[in-house]
C-alpha cells in the first residue's frame, strides 16, 4: 500500500523535483534507496498568507512495493452487441458512450448539433452577425456546452462516482496529464476540440454509432417501457434503453417529455449577471500584491454569501478568461465564460448568481414543472430587448447597479457581440436585483478591491443548471414511471458541470450494463 505525505513549499520551487522529492522523503523520515516510484499527487495554491505556498501530496511506493498501472479504458469491438441510444454527446452522453464499450455493448449517438469543428462556424456567426442557430451552438453539438465555453473539470461531488477514472479518460483521449494532479483542474477551450474528436473516433472504431444534426423529436412508451425514438421527424428506431442526455437548455425536450405524459418536476436553480474585472486586479487581491512571480497562475476567487434567505455565489469563474454568447433561441440573450488552456486573456470573469426554488418566485404554481424555466425565459427574453434585439446584452458598472445609476461609459469588454448601457435594476427582476446589491458591497469586504465601478456586469447569467427536473429511480437509474429510459446528466438535473455529467453518464450506462448481467 503506498505512503501520502503532505508538503508545502514556494512557487518557484514546484519544477524542481528532486527539492521536492528531498522535502517529502525528509518529512517521511525515509532515503531514495527505500522507494521503488513516487509521485505529485495533487497540487493546489495555499494564498491565505503571505508568503503564497504551494500545498502538494506526495505518494510513494516503498521498494517491496509495486505501483499497479491500469489502463483507463479498455475497450471492446461492439459492432454486433446490444444496441443502447444515447441522446446527445456532451459528457454524459460521450462518457456513456465510452463506458458502453468497455462493458460490450453498442451505443448509438444521437446528436442535434453539429460536430465540434463544424460548430465554430455558428459559434462566429453569433459573436459577429447576431444570428443564432438554435441546433448548432455554445449550448448544442459535439462536447456539449463545455467544449467550447471552457472545460473546468473541478467537482465537489465525490459521492457520485469515480472522478479519477473521469479524468483519466481525458488524459487517455490527449488532456494534460496535469488535470490529474491539480486541485482545480482546467483543459480549455482550445484544447478540447481534438480531445472531444478523439472519443468520437474510439466510439466508431470499437464498433459503436454516432449521428450529427440528429434531433430527438418523439419517444413512444408501451406498458410503461421505452419502445421506440424519433429522429428529425421521420426516422424511427426501436430501443429498449434509452439515455436521455441532453444538457440543460433543451427546453424541447422538456415539453416534449410532458406532451407526452412524462412526469417532470420544477427544479431549484440560480440566476444572475455575469461580473468582469481586470485579471490583474483579482491577482492583487488574491495574491497580496505580489502579482510578479511567473510561477503563480491567474488567481481566480470563489464567493458565496446568505443574502435575505437566499444563497448568492460566484460561479464558473474563469481567469484570464472571455465571456461568450450563449444563447439558444434568436429572441433571447444568454452570458457565460470561459477561459483558453493558459489562461492568458487581460479579463477574469464570474458569474454571481442567486439560488432561487420554485416557491420563491414569483409565478409559482405548485404543480407546474416549467415555473422556473418560465421564470428563466422570461429573464432572458428581457434582456434581449432591453438591449436592442441583437445578441449584445445590458450591461452595467458595478457602483452604478448598486447606486441606480446608468453608467454613461465601459472600459473594454471581452463580450464580442457588444454591451448596451442599462439600468440592471430595471431589468432583472427585484427579487434578483436587490440581492445582487447587497452581495456585491459584501464581496467588497471580503475582497478588499472587488468592489469597483472597474467592473462590468453583464447580464443575464442564467443556464447554471437545469430549471426541470426528470425523476428517475435512486436504484436503477430509469424514470421513476418507465422502464428503459435513464435521465442523465445536467439536462434531466443529476449533475453540475462537465465531470459530475461525465461520471453521471457512466453510472447510467452501468445500471443497463448490470441489467443485462443480472439476466
Known amino acids: 500500500m503506498s505512503l501520502l505525505i503532505q508538503i508545502q513549499i514556494l512557487p518557484r520551487q514546484q519544477e524542481d523535483e528532486n527539492y521536492i522529492l528531498d522535502v517529502a522523503l525528509e518529512k517521511a523520515k525515509l532515503r531514495r534507496g527505500d522507494l521503488s516510484d513516487w509521485r505529485i499527487r495533487k497540487r493546489s495554491i495555499d494564498a491565505r498568507r503571505k508568503p ?4 502538494l501530496q506526495i505518494e510513494f511506493w516503498l521498494k517491496d512495493e509495486e505501483r499497479e498501472i491500469i489502463p483507463p479504458f479498455i475497450p471492446k469491438q461492439v459492432s454486433n452487441a446490444r444496441k443502447i441510444a444515447i441522446i446527445g454527446a456532451g459528457p454524459a452522453g460521450l462518457y456513456a458512450a465510452l463506458r458502453a464499450i468497455e462493458a460490450g455493448l453498442k451505443p448509438i449517438v444521437f446528436e442535434r448539433g453539429k460536430d465540434v469543428r463544424s460548430r465554430r462556424r455558428d459559434l462566429a456567426a453569433i459573436n459577429k452577425d447576431h444570428i443564432v442557430n438554435p441546433e448548432s451552438n455554445y449550448c448544442f453539438g459535439e462536447g456539449g456546452a463545455g467544449t467550447y465555453s471552457d472545460g473546468k473539470l473541478y467537482t465537489r461531488s465525490k459521492k457520485r462516482g469515480n472522478v479519477l477514472k473521469a479524468l483519466e479518460w481525458f488524459v487517455h483521449f490527449g488532456a494534460d496529464p496535469d488535470i490529474l494532479v491539480d486541485a482545480h483542474p482546467h483543459i480549455g477551450t482550445n484544447k478540447l476540440p481534438a480531445i472531444i474528436q478523439a472519443m468520437r473516433e474510439a466510439i466508431i472504431e470499437a464498433g459503436g454509432e454516432v449521428h450529427f444534426d440528429s434531433k430527438l423529436t418523439d419517444i413512444k412508451i408501451s406498458e410503461g417501457s421505452i419502445s421506440e425514438i424519433s429522429i428529425n421527424q421521420t426516422s424511427v428506431y426501436k430501443f429498449k434503453d434509452v439515455i436521455l442526455a441532453t444538457g440543460h437548455s433543451a427546453r424541447d425536450i422538456f415539453y416534449l417529455l410532458h406532451n407526452r405524459n412524462i412526469k417532470l418536476e420544477a427544479k431549484p436553480f440560480a440566476i444572475g449577471v455575469r461580473i468582469e474585472h481586470q485579471q490583474e486586479l483579482i491577482d492583487t487581491i488574491q495574491y497580496h500584491g505580489y502579482t510578479d512571480n511567473p510561477y503563480l497562475p491567474p488567481a481566480s476567487y470563489a464567493l458565496v454569501e446568505q443574502v435575505d434567505g437566499l444563497g448568492v455565489y460566484s460561479f464558473c469563474m474563469c481567469p484570464g478568461g472571455i465571456i461568450a454568447p450563449c444563447a439558444t433561441e434568436q429572441e433571447e440573450v444568454v452570458t457565460n465564460g470561459w ?22 418566485l414569483p409565478n409559482y404554481e405548485p404543480n407546474d414543472p416549467f415555473v422556473c424555466l418560465n421564470f428563466q425565459k422570461e429573464v432572458e427574453k428581457k434582456c434581449w430587448e432591453a438591449a436592442g434585439k441583437t445578441q449584445r446584452v445590458p450591461a452595467q458598472r458595478m457602483v452604478d447597479f448598486v447606486n441606480g445609476e446608468i453608467s454613461d461609459s465601459f472600459p473594454k469588454t471581452s463580450y464580442q ?4 448601457s442599462v439600468d440592471l435594476n430595471v431589468v432583472l427582476p427585484k427579487l434578483i436585483s436587490k440581492r445582487l446589491k447587497k452581495v456585491f458591497v459584501a464581496f467588497g469586504r471580503k475582497m478588499k478591491g472587488y468592489y469597483t465601478n472597474d467592473a462590468v456586469l453583464h447580464a443575464p447569467e442564467s443556464r447554471t443548471s437545469s430549471p426541470v427536473l426528470i425523476p428517475r429511480n435512486p436504484e436503477t437509474l430509469e424514470h421513476i414511471d418507465i422502464k428503459g429510459l435513464y435521465p442523465c446528466g445536467e439536462g434531466a438535473g443529476y449533475a453540475g458541470g462537465i465531470i459530475s455529467a461525465a461520471i453521471d453518464g457512466i453510472n447510467c450506462m452501468d445500471a443497463i450494463a448490470l441489467k443485462y448481467q443480472s439476466k
Open 417 to 420: 457581440p457588444g454591451i448596451v
Open 339 to 360: 477561459s483558453p488552456s493558459k489562461r492568458n486573456n487581460p479579463y477574469a470573469n464570474s458569474g454571481i448568481v442567486v439560488s432561487v426554488a420554485p416557491k420563491d
Open 52 to 55: 503564497i505556498k504551494i500545498n
